[in-house]
């Protein structure tokens, strides 16, 4: 009963959910990745400007 109960809540809830259109997604999406992409390259930067420093110690 419980889980009958529990199925339509989230049914009605789902109905009410507004969803991200596709351009949205588009940008979102592009957006994880640049900055993935930025701050790969700055911490492999760091990294290696680290590693030089500690070889010339």
């Not at 009605?12 to 991200?20: A, L, R």
């Not at 994880?32 to 700055?42: C, E, H, L, M």
Request: aromatic share 16%; charged share 20%.
């Amino acid at each position: 009963m419980r889980l009958w109960k529990f199925l339509k809540s989230v049914v009605t809830e789902m109905k009410i959910v507004v969803w991200p259109s596709a351009k949205q997604n588009r940008t979102d999406t592009i957006t994880v990745f640049g900055t993935a992409i930025f701050f790969t390259i700055f911490l492999g930067a760091v990294d290696w400007i680290v590693q030089f420093l500690l070889m010339k110690l």
